[in-house]
C-alpha cells in the first residue's frame, strides 16, 4: 500500500507527522493480540486465562485459554443466531459461504504465512490454504442442493401427501483435532453451517492462530454473529461441557483420543446427544453426507380430499 | 364472536337406553400353545434354566400362556446363530432376500385374522384397530422393504452401502407385531440377521411371527427370536458380536442403552418416548379436529410414543373445542377388546395403569381440572382407564412435562402462533406434532416451526412403511421406515 503508488502520500523517508516510517531494522512489528469468537466479537477469556504458543519464528502468543463459562457464551450467542441462520434462504447462505472463500482467496498469502510460523513448509501451506478455499466453495455451491437429494415424497398407501425433508439439528459442538489443520478445520465446520447449524467450535492451542484468523475472514464476510463461534482452549478441560451442555444439540468429535470420545459418549447419553465420530479412521471423502451428519428428516402428513 | 357462542346447545345426551350389542371377534380359530420357548436356527428351544413366566390377557387378567425367559447362555445361542448365518444370507443374493420378505409379507396377509385376535388378547388393543391398523401395517412392511432388497445402490447416491451384521431389536408392548415388522423388515432387506426382543408382555405375536418365519423357509438363524425381561434385552445390548442396536422403548431405557454403547463401535438407533403437540388454530374445521384430538390421544388406549397428548387449542374457540371434545369423548366405548365396538380396549398392564393413576393423581393434586367420560368399564379383573381429560394445566405441570403413555390428555390454550410454537417446543421431546388449520401458508409456518420429526397436519396418528419415523431431542437418534430409514442398517 505504501510502496510509491501515486496518490499514496506516504512514501519511504517521508514524515507522516509524528516521526518517520522505517521499514528498515529498526521498525518494531506489531504483534497481534488472539481473542475468541463469539457472537460476531472477539472478547478475551472471562476467566483472564492464556497458553503460551511459541511460533517457527520464535514470537511467543498468548492464547486465551477458554473457559466453561466462555462456552455457556458462545452456546447462548449460537442460540440466538439459529433461527434466523436456519430460516434464511438457502441461496442467501450460499452466497454468504461463497464470501467467505473470497475474503480468504484475498488474504492467501497471509494464512499461508501463518501456517508456515505453525512449521508448516511453505509449499504445504500454500497447497493447504488453497484447498481450504475450494473447500469453502465445494459447499457454498451445497447449501441449495443437499434438501433436494436427500428429501423425499412418500408414496404411502391412503389419501395423503407425504413428504420428508432435512433440518438443521441445531447448535453444533465441534472438537478439532490437534494434529489437524486449516483443512480439517474448514471441512469439519463448514458442513455444519451449510446446513443452516450453528456451530461452537473447539479449537487446540496448537491451531488458534489459525483459527481465529479464519474467525475474522468469517466476521467480515457477512456470516451473521454467532453463527460461528471459536474457543481456542484445552480440549480435555472442554469436552465434558460440550458432551453434557443440555442446549447443545450434537457433537462432532474429530479429535483422535478414545477415552475422551468415550466420555463424550457416557455424558451425550444423559440428553440423547448426537454424536458424530470424525476421528482420523472415520473421515470421508467431501460429500454432501457431512452435512447430513447433523441433520434431522422431518416428515410432514397432510390429506388429500376434496 | 365467542359471546355469540355462548348459547350453544345443550350438551348431548348419551344416557338412553340404545346400546350396542355386543359384537365379538370370533376367536375360536387361534392356536396358541401352553408354552413358548426360544426361536433360534429356525427351532423352538427351551431356555437353559427352564424358566417359564406367563403373559397376561389384560381384559381378564388371565394367563393366556407361559413363556420362555431367556438368560444370558440363551441370548448368546441366538447372537451366535444370527452371527454365523451372516455369510449365507448375504451370499443368497439381493434378489432372493426380497423375495423372502415378499413371501412373508403374503404369509401375514393369509394370516391376518389369526394375528389380529391374538394381538388383541395379549396387549389389550381393540380388535378394530388390531384387524384394521396393527396387522395389515406389518404386512405392508415387509412388503415395502422386500422391493428395497435389491436396489440399494439407488438410495444412496455416490455410495456402496453394505449390511451392519447382527441386528439386535428390543421393541415394546404398544405395537408388537408392527414393531417386530417394522424392525425385521429393513434389516433383512439390507442383508443383516436379527436378534428380536419382544416386549415382556406382548411377545405372543412374535412368536407367531417365529412359526411363520420359519413356514417361509427363511434360512436358519437369520431371524432369531428371544422372549424376557430387561435382563434379556440388557444382555443383548452388551453381546460382543452385535453390531447394531435397534431400541425402541422409553427414553429412560434409550439413555441407558446410549450410556452402555459408549465406547463400543456398535451402530444404533433410537426411536424413545414423546409428548406430541397437537394444535387447533381458530380457523380449523372444529369438528374434524376433534376427531383428530380423539385420535390423537385415545388410539390404542393412548399407548403411543406419538400420542397428541398436550392439546393447543386458540383461545377464540377453545370453549366450543372443549365442549365438542367432551361430547366426543361420552360416546367412546370402553370395553372387551375382542368386541368391534371398543373404542379404548384394556390398559396394557396392571403396571401400566399404575403409573397412568399415578400421573392422574399428581395432575389432580397440582390443581388441574379432570374430566372423564362417564362410560360403564367392564367388571372383572382387567386393567381399565376412562378417556381423560385435563383441563386448567400449565407448562410447568408434571401431566405436561412427561410421558403417561395412556389416555390422558391435558389442554392448553393460545393466542398467537408464536406462543403455540414456543409451548410445543418447550419439551426435551420432539417425536410427533399436530397442527389443525384451513389456512395453507400456516400449515407450513406451523409444520415448518415445530421442532418434532413427525408433523402431521390435518390428520393424525397416520403411519406407513414409506414414511420415516423417529424423533428429534430426547425422542431419540435416526429414522425408520422409507428410504431414510434403510440408512439405521447400513454402513458404508
Given at each position: 500500500m505504501t510502496e510509491g503508488k501515486s496518490g499514496s502520500k506516504i512514501s519511504e523517508g517521508q514524515t507522516n507527522g509524528r516521526g518517520g516510517v522505517d521499514s528498515g531494522q529498526n521498525r518494531l512489528s506489531v504483534a497481534k493480540t488472539y481473542k475468541i469468537f463469539i457472537g460476531g466479537n472477539f472478547p478475551r477469556t472471562e476467566s483472564g486465562r492464556y497458553l503460551p504458543l511459541v511460533l517457527s519464528d520464535g514470537t511467543v502468543v498468548n492464547i486465551c485459554n477458554s473457559s466453561r463459562k466462555d462456552l455457556r457464551d458462545a452456546v447462548v450467542a449460537a442460540r440466538k443466531a439459529q433461527d434466523s441462520w436456519s430460516s434464511r434462504s438457502a441461496y442467501n447462505r450460499s452466497q454468504i459461504l461463497y464470501r467467505i472463500a473470497e475474503l480468504l482467496e484475498g488474504r492467501k498469502s497471509q494464512f499461508v504465512e501463518e501456517l508456515v510460523k505453525l512449521n508448516v513448509t511453505a509449499s504445504h501451506a500454500k497447497k493447504e490454504v488453497l484447498k481450504a478455499i475450494d473447500t469453502i466453495v465445494y459447499y457454498a455451491g451445497w447449501c441449495d442442493k443437499y434438501i433436494q437429494v436427500f428429501s423425499s415424497v412418500n408414496p404411502v398407501s391412503g389419501s395423503y401427501f407425504n413428504f420428508s425433508i432435512p433440518e438443521p439439528t441445531g447448535i453444533v459442538g465441534l472438537l478439532c483435532d490437534e494434529d489437524g489443520g486449516l483443512v480439517e478445520l474448514v471441512s469439519d465446520l463448514l458442513p455444519i453451517i451449510t446446513g443452516g447449524n450453528t456451530a461452537v467450535v473447539h479449537v487446540p492451542i496448537e491451531l488458534a492462530t489459525i483459527a481465529i484468523d479464519l474467525a475474522e475472514v468469517i466476521q467480515t464476510s457477512?456470516?451473521?454473529?454467532?453463527v460461528i463461534n471459536m474457543l481456542p482452549g484445552v480440549r480435555a478441560e472442554l469436552l465434558p461441557h460440550f458432551g453434557s451442555?443440555?442446549?447443545?444439540n450434537s457433537v462432532i468429535y474429530a479429535g483422535r483420543n478414545a477415552e475422551e470420545f468415550l466420555q463424550l459418549q457416557s455424558l451425550g447419553a444423559d440428553h440423547v446427544l448426537r454424536i458424530v465420530d470424525r476421528r482420523p479412521a472415520q473421515r470421508r471423502e467431501l460429500g454432501p453426507y457431512q452435512i447430513m451428519d447433523t441433520q434431522e428428516i422431518k416428515t410432514t402428513w397432510h390429506p388429500v380430499g376434496k | 364472536m365467542a359471546k355469540s357462542k355462548k348459547k350453544m346447545s345443550p350438551a348431548l345426551d348419551f344416557n338412553t337406553q340404545w346400546r350396542y350389542k355386543p359384537a365379538p371377534e370370533n376367536s375360536d380359530h387361534i392356536q396358541i400353545q401352553k408354552a413358548y420357548d426360544l426361536f433360534i436356527n429356525n427351532e423352538f428351544i427351551p431356555p437353559v434354566n427352564a424358566d417359564y413366566f406367563p403373559t397376561i390377557n389384560p381384559a381378564t387378567g388371565k394367563k393366556i400362556a407361559d413363556i420362555a425367559q431367556a438368560e444370558n447362555i440363551d441370548i448368546d445361542k441366538a447372537v451366535v446363530a444370527a452371527s454365523k448365518a451372516l455369510k449365507a444370507w448375504q451370499k443368497i443374493g439381493a434378489v432372493e432376500r426380497g423375495k423372502y420378505l415378499f413371501r412373508i409379507a403374503r404369509l401375514i396377509q393369509e394370516r391376518a385374522r389369526e394375528f389380529a385376535v391374538i394381538e388383541s388378547l395379549d396387549g389389550g388393543k381393540p380388535i378394530r384397530e388390531s384387524k384394521n391398523i396393527d396387522i395389515p401395517l406389518a404386512a405392508a412392511h415387509f412388503f415395502y422393504h422386500a422391493g428395497w432388497a435389491d436396489k440399494l445402490q439407488y438410495a444412496f447416491p455416490n455410495q456402496t452401502p453394505k449390511p451392519v451384521g447382527v441386528a439386535a431389536q428390543i421393541i415394546p408392548w404398544n405395537f408388537p407385531l408392527l414393531m417386530a415388522a417394522w424392525k425385521i423388515a429393513p434389516a433383512l432387506a439390507t442383508g443383516n440377521t436379527v436378534v428380536l426382543k419382544p416386549a415382556e408382555t406382548t411377545p405372543l405375536t412374535a412368536l407367531k411371527l417365529a412359526e411363520l418365519i420359519r413356514e417361509s423357509g427363511?434360512?436358519?438363524?437369520?431371524v432369531n427370536i428371544v422372549t424376557g425381561d430387561g435382563s434379556a434385552g440388557a444382555a443383548l445390548v452388551d453381546?460382543?458380536?452385535?453390531n447394531k442396536i435397534a431400541f425402541t422403548g422409553s427414553t429412560e431405557v434409550g439413555k441407558i442403552i446410549q450410556r452402555k454403547l459408549a465406547g463400543s463401535a456398535k451402530k444404533y438407533t433410537l426411536e424413545l418416548g414423546g409428548k406430541g403437540a397437537n394444535i387447533i388454530l381458530e380457523d380449523a374445521a372444529i369438528d374434524q379436529a376433534v376427531e383428530g384430538i380423539i385420535n390423537g390421544i385415545y388410539f390404542n388406549q393412548g399407548h403411543v410414543c406419538c400420542a397428541g397428548s398436550r392439546l393447543f387449542v386458540q383461545e377464540s374457540v377453545a370453549e366450543l373445542v372443549v365442549r365438542k371434545l367432551k361430547d366426543r369423548m361420552e360416546t367412546l366405548v370402553v370395553g372387551d377388546p375382542l368386541d368391534k365396538n371398543t373404542d379404548i380396549g384394556a390398559i396394557n398392564s396392571a403396571s401400566q395403569l399404575r403409573t397412568i393413576k399415578k400421573y392422574i393423581k399428581k395432575g389432580i393434586k397440582d390443581g388441574a381440572e379432570l374430566y372423564q367420560s362417564k362410560c360403564a368399564i367392564p367388571g372383572g379383573k382387567g386393567y381399565w382407564c376412562r378417556p381423560s381429560l385435563f383441563t386448567n394445566?400449565?407448562?410447568?405441570h408434571t401431566i405436561v412435562q412427561e410421558e403417561i403413555f395412556g389416555p390422558v390428555l391435558t389442554l392448553q390454550t393460545f393466542r398467537t402462533l408464536e406462543e403455540v410454537l414456543n409451548k410445543a417446543n418447550n419439551?426435551?421431546?420432539?417425536?410427533s406434532a399436530g397442527v389443525w388449520t384451513d389456512k395453507g401458508a400456516k400449515i407450513f409456518t406451523m409444520t415448518r416451526g415445530l421442532r418434532a420429526g413427525v408433523v402431521w397436519a390435518n390428520t393424525y396418528n397416520k403411519f406407513d412403511p414409506a414414511s420415516p419415523f423417529g424423533g428429534y431431542k430426547e425422542s431419540g437418534i435416526g429414522r425408520e421406515g422409507g428410504l431414510h430409514g434403510l440408512a439405521g442398517y447400513l454402513k458404508f
Open positions: 457477512d456470516v451473521p454473529g454467532g451442555h443440555l442446549d447443545i | 427363511l434360512p436358519s438363524g437369520v453381546h460382543p458380536m452385535v394445566v400449565s407448562q410447568a419439551t426435551f421431546y420432539g417425536l
